[in-house]
């Protein structure tokens, strides 16, 4: 069976991994290098803290293979584990917190309730007083999108996968009754019984090649490292201040990742050109933000250094995994979860062509026609 993969970050290298692994001979297309595209900008997080069963299943999925990766791929991606901790300034947003909490219970997700000085004993210098609840699950943390991109990669080329940077996919060929049949690009036409679309913010592109419409939109995101004026100690939980729309991870020696989204406006962005540098009015909302959150922030904070990537986004904030038309698997728009989701989304693609239909989670409300036929799911808990 001849796969052509189209993507080289983590969602299309780990789709090329396991369907190698399960025995189909397989190309993997990227038009620059592995992991340029939204990979490498991740923030890193790893959460099964998601009011969507589905969503909470695909990260319970991966954090099975993120818990042992450095034993099965011999790669140290840096994954620790502080927890998630989400802030509810509101009584409102408690009550949801409530509610995400008893759905995450009822998969199998470790998450709880907590009080204010229950908060501040995680977070030590939380201003407990701002704050009316929180849902905070151990089991939730980072690691390092490049290293474990590197590690299915190195994976992917010993399972016989031919991965091919600086190619990019110019056409998909279909035949008479429209299944797919191979992939073009600028030298040569690759015969495919099967392709899969793992191209992140390109992914409605590259639809597009195939005669398919999928609603995907390519969104500007921005992350800082910042040094607070109080260094943020590694045990402390990636914190959200669900309410503000900010949020903070511990990065090393004290630093944090932190980041937010303040604007209405949110325009698609040209994935081929977009502004890739964090703004400084952009920085000082963050800190300023931060700042009512805990009193690692003030300013003394300052920033190291910044920079902005692309979600892939649909109109529900869930991913379109799915065999589109006969030999056109998609595996994108993850939302901003597709680095923490990718090992479940990898298995899937390969069950989906390898098995003929997909087991380890049940993904029947992940197809594109959900959107016309108004069936949107729903997620309360996006952190932008």
Request: charge should be negative; charged fraction near 25%; include cysteine.
């Amino acid at each position: 069976m001849q796969v052509v993969v189209i993507g080289g970050g983590i969602i299309g290298i780990a789709s090329a991994y396991y369907l190698g692994r399960s025995g189909a001979e397989v190309t993997l297309l990227e038009k620059g290098n592995l992991g340029n595209g939204s990979t490498d900008r991740a923030n890193g997080g790893i959460r099964a803290q998601f009011s969507s069963p589905v969503s909470a299943r695909l990260s319970m999925e991966s954090m099975e293979v993120w818990e042992t990766f450095e034993e099965e791929f011999d790669t140290d991606i840096a994954y620790r584990r502080p927890g998630y901790m989400f802030l509810a300034r509101e009584e409102e947003t408690a009550e949801r917190f409530e509610e995400n909490v008893r759905k995450q219970n009822e998969v199998g997700v470790d998450s709880e309730m907590l009080d204010p000085d229950e908060a501040a004993e995680l977070c030590p210098e939380l201003y407990a007083e701002n704050f009316v609840a929180a849902s905070y699950s151990p089991a939730d943390g980072f690691a390092d999108p490049h290293l474990a991109l590197q590690g299915f990669s190195t994976a992917a080329d010993a399972a016989g996968v031919d991965i091919r940077t600086k190619t990019e996919a110019v056409d998909v060929r279909k035949d008479a009754t429209g299944r797919v049949t191979g992939v073009e690009t600028a030298e040569e036409t690759l015969d495919a019984d099967y392709m899969v679309n793992a191209a992140g913010p390109w992914a409605a592109k590259v639809a597009k090649l195939a005669g398919v419409d999928l609603p995907i939109s390519p969104k500007r995101r921005q992350l800082m490292v910042a040094d607070p004026d109080t260094p943020v100690d590694s045990s402390v939980p990636f914190t959200i201040d669900q309410d503000r729309g900010v949020h903070f991870r511990p990065e090393r020696n004290g630093a944090v990742v932190c980041g937010g989204h303040f604007d209405e406006a949110d325009p698609d962005m040209s994935p081929d050109g977009f502004p890739k540098q964090v703004s400084l009015d952009w920085s000082a909302q963050v800190i300023e933000g931060l700042s009512d959150v805990a009193g690692n922030f003030g300013p003394e904070t300052a920033v190291k250094e910044g920079w902005a990537g692309l979600y892939s986004m649909t109109p529900d904030h869930h991913p379109i995994i799915e065999e589109t038309i006969p030999g056109f698997v998609v595996a994108a728009g993850f939302s901003g979860h597709g680095f923490m989701q990718s090992p479940a989304a990898g298995q899937l693609v390969s069950e989906i062509i390898v098995d003929g239909s997909p087991s380890l989670v049940d993904i029947s409300s992940l197809t594109s026609d959900r959107f016309e036929r108004g069936t949107r799911l729903e997620e309360g808990t996006v952190i932008d």
